[in-house]
């Protein structure tokens, strides 16, 4: 089931927008649903940085929201939500409380602190910057948005490893339509799920091999030291089924399979991993346990195809190469 350049258009209701820093690698990249949606959430890494993510639980008030934001910057890029919360206000868009709409955003950020000048994040005015920019049409995937500073590979320390991405992956069944966002900044290596082959990760003392990091832990060479929170994962599955947010976040959990079968090793204690869940309700009726069952592999083998995506349209830095700069092999 291959996947298609995705445009996030397939899903009614629904934008994409980027915005990419052009003083240092970072940015932020928002999905704009203004008239609202049911979300869910599911964590795996150890490290994560995240907002508003409490709301997304079943008893939470709350049940629906209007964007989901994913950043660079570390903590400091959780600002960037303001910014998107105050396009959104401006707009009319968000809950009634009282006098006022108040948008809810829930937000997660990877660490892209290694490059270039640490003090530039993603604040407030590159989140409303993001939701100028988002649109329906096809998503730009690489070194663009919250993807902008992602680096994989990252086990056997950073002259070893190489740039990351993000990538956009969309699969339809039927009425079905799953579109997955994914940032890629893993501690792991990716490889194709369909080949085993590896596509991006640490690379050996040539700098022109992938050194492959489970097999070199296998041989009994140790790790460079880790530190806690400078990976992370993150991404969006959105689908235009009918979910409760139950359901939302058991899709987001199923999703995560996505991620395991592409990045080796993934959900570490040092990676932040964490995917969000979206539903429109466009299709009508609710998804019963088998149908969530299906969307479930969907949304995995999207998110899969997502991975692969950003690394391979990923452009080189210096020092460090992309996927499409390692033309050969051991």
Not at 7 to 16: F, Q, T
Not at 123 to 133: T, V
């Amino acid at each position: 089931m291959p996947s298609t350049p995705a445009s996030i258009g397939d899903i009614a209701g629904l934008k994409i927008g980027h915005f990419t820093d052009a003083r240092r690698p970072t940015g932020c990249t928002v999905l704009l649903c203004e008239a609202g949606a049911v979300a869910g959430i599911d964590v795996r890494g150890g490290a994560t940085g995240t907002r508003e993510t409490a709301l997304l639980a079943p008893g939470a008030l709350v049940d629906k929201v209007h964007a989901l934001l994913l950043t660079g910057g570390s903590a400091f890029g959780l600002d960037a939500a303001s910014g998107v919360m105050r396009w959104l206000e401006e707009r009319g868009h968000g809950i009634a409380v009282g006098p006022a709409r108040v948008p809810i955003v829930p937000a997660a950020v990877l660490f892209d602190l290694w490059l270039g000048d640490p003090s530039i994040r993603p604040d407030a005015a590159a989140g409303y910057a993001a939701c100028e920019a988002a649109h329906s049409g096809e998503v730009e995937e690489g070194n663009v948005g919250a993807g902008a500073g992602a680096i994989v590979g990252k086990l056997f320390g950073l002259p070893h490893a190489m740039k990351g991405g993000i990538g956009c992956a969309a699969l339809r069944l039927g009425d079905i339509t799953v579109v997955a966002l994914v940032a890629v900044n893993a501690l792991g290596d990716v490889l194709d799920p369909s080949t085993g082959a590896l596509v991006a990760g640490a690379r050996d003392d040539s700098g022109q091999h992938l050194r492959n990091s489970l097999a070199a832990l296998a041989r009994g060479e140790g790790p460079a030291a880790l530190l806690a929170g400078v990976n992370t994962t993150i991404g969006i599955v959105a689908t235009n089924a009918t979910l409760d947010k139950a359901q939302a976040s058991r899709l987001a959990a199923m999703a995560q399979a996505g991620l395991a079968r592409s990045i080796v090793p993934a959900h570490t204690q040092h990676d932040g991993d964490l995917l969000f869940a979206l539903a429109t309700g466009g299709m009508a009726g609710p998804v019963e346990h088998a149908q969530l069952s299906v969307l479930g592999a969907l949304a995995a083998e999207a998110v899969s195809q997502a991975v692969l995506r950003g690394v391979r349209g990923a452009t080189g830095l210096p020092g460090l190469p992309a996927a499409r700069d390692l033309t050969t092999t051991p």
